[in-house]
């Protein structure tokens, strides 16, 4: 499968964005879809995944309750709500996919990988 994440951009804090990651593919209902990040100088992170189905999310605890992922099965498409965005924030997103069971949180448990996206969050 591959992905193309898009939606980035500069954004001042408190403000909101959206992400998108469309995938190719006639198994993409079959993966687990995960968003990471990675700001200059640090691991990418985990921010977020949801299942095959959209029932079930996980979030990192430094988003939760700002963050919210989503799928449309039908477009080939996941995405990331992101709200009440913060400078800490900042960082090239990645979108993952994986056909495990299972969303996994570590960035070895997906094998394949969008082209990432910048977000930048002014103070």
């Known amino acids: 499968v591959q992905l193309q994440a898009s939606g980035g951009g500069l954004v001042q804090a408190g403000g909101s964005l959206r992400l998108s990651c469309a995938a190719s593919?006639?198994?993409?209902?079959?993966?687990?879809m995960g968003w990471f990040r990675q700001a200059p100088g640090k691991e990418r992170e985990f921010v977020g995944g949801?299942?095959?189905?959209?029932?079930?999310?996980s979030y990192a605890g430094s988003v939760k309750g700002r963050f919210s992922i989503s799928r449309d099965n039908h477009k080939n498409t996941v995405y990331l709500q992101m709200n009440s965005l913060k400078p800490e924030d900042t960082a090239v997103y990645f979108c993952a996919a994986d056909s495990r069971w299972n969303i996994g949180t570590m960035v070895d448990e997906y094998n394949y990988w969008g082209q990432g996206t910048q977000v930048t969050v002014s103070s």
């Open positions: 949801i299942t095959w189905s959209g029932g079930g999310t």
């Open positions: 593919g006639r198994t993409f209902s079959s993966y687990v």
